[in-house]
């Protein structure tokens, strides 16, 4: 049974930074490509960080240069560092393999940007 759990998330004021952690069950996964996704409300989700599997990573124009994703495969984790947040980036994220996630998706992390 697949299943991910997303933490990390939390209230931070702009320019803040949070890390965000995601741990997979019921997968191998070293063998897939990973992302982080997000959903702000009334939006659709959208990738905005990729860790391929066979290494090299990929961003959203949104959060290239902000955000960092970096995943452990020996612990089956992955990760996303958010530096310089913004009120934009309030979202629940959510990991899932990429660019088309399985059909089962964790509860995610509710990251919100305020002041």
């Known amino acids: 049974q697949v299943q991910f759990v997303e933490s990390g998330g939390g209230l931070v004021q702009p320019g803040g930074s949070l890390r965000l952690s995601c741990v997979a069950s019921g997968i191998n996964f070293n063998i897939y490509t990973m992302g982080w996704y997000r959903q702000a409300p009334e939006k659709g989700r959208e990738l905005v960080a990729t860790?391929?599997?066979?290494?090299?990573?990929h961003y959203a124009g949104s959060v290239k240069g902000r955000f960092t994703i970096s995943r452990d495969n020996a612990k089956k984790t992955l990760y996303l560092q958010m530096n310089s947040l913004k009120s934009e980036d309030t979202a629940v994220y959510y990991c899932n393999k990429a660019p088309l996630g399985f059909p089962s998706w964790g509860t995610g992390t509710q990251v919100t940007v305020s002041s």
């Open positions: 860790y391929y599997n066979v290494g090299g990573t």
